[in-house]
């Protein structure tokens, strides 16, 4: 079973910031949290990950508590081309590409 | 450009027929992986493997085989005992190292009649 809770949709106007909650109330010390998008019928693509300090990259934010049991990603200025479905995932090191997915947040990017 | 590479993009099979799915990789991973979605679900992993010559099961492997003979090349053959074989079928590879993220293929939809 996947280790993380998230909502199943959400909507965010375009321009605006999307922030996208999870929680992962289980997480173990050695674990991080990933961020992966799928738009549709295409493969998933890596957006961001961390640990426990906040990350930032070109394309998002990932915001974690301090007792590391929830996270949010925060696409700063969302557009249209940002619509799929994201997907928040606890993984452990040298873990690669072992990943147990829930069903994700599907974000709908209006204008 | 380095990537996966999966193909056919879409599949189709007669009911009883074993198929084989390619991934090919050029970013000199060690790691591959194979997962598959069903509609609305996220992805499950089938098989991985994390060296040349070596792959362990994944959550559902009944019913499918692979083989990795080669560092850039992960096959997967979806066999007849597989009860339900249509899906979408997704590869990744991953240096398998410390933190490095998973990049995944544009996947082969199977469908079987």
């Known amino acids: 079973d996947a280790k993380t809770t998230q909502p199943p949709s959400m909507d965010c106007a375009e321009g605006r910031a999307a922030n996208l909650p999870c929680n992962h109330s289980?997480?173990?010390?050695?674990?991080?949290v990933y961020w992966y998008r799928q738009i549709h019928s295409q493969g998933p693509q890596y957006i961001i990950h961390?640990?426990?300090n906040n990350e930032t990259n070109e394309m998002a934010s990932l915001i974690i508590t301090e007792d590391r049991k929830s996270s949010t990603l925060i696409l700063p200025h969302a557009t249209l081309r940002d619509t799929a479905v994201y997907y928040c995932?606890?993984?452990?090191?040298?873990?690669?590409?072992?990943?147990?997915f829930g069903q994700g947040t599907e974000l709908s990017v209006k204008p | 450009d380095g990537g996966i590479t999966q193909s056919p993009k879409y599949l189709f099979r007669k009911e009883g027929q074993n198929v084989t799915l390619s991934c090919e990789q050029n970013?000199?991973?060690?790691?591959m992986y194979w997962y598959r979605q069903d509609p609305g679900q996220g992805l499950r992993l089938i098989y991985y493997?994390?060296?040349?010559?070596?792959?362990q099961k994944g959550d559902i492997a009944e019913g499918y085989s692979v083989s990795r003979e080669k560092k850039e090349s992960f096959p997967l053959t979806v066999t007849s005992a597989q009860k339900n074989p249509t899906a979408f079928y997704l590869c990744?590879?991953?240096?398998?190292?410390?933190?490095?993220?998973?990049?995944f293929g544009q996947g082969t939809r199977l469908t079987v009649v």
């Open positions: 961390g640990l426990k």
């Open positions: 995932i606890v993984r452990g090191y040298n873990q690669g590409g072992k990943l147990i």
């Open positions: 970013l000199n991973h060690d790691a």
């Open positions: 990744a590879s991953s240096t398998g190292q410390g933190e490095a993220e998973a990049f």
């Open positions: 289980t997480i173990s010390g050695n674990e991080y």
């Open positions: 493997s994390q060296i040349v010559n070596d792959f």
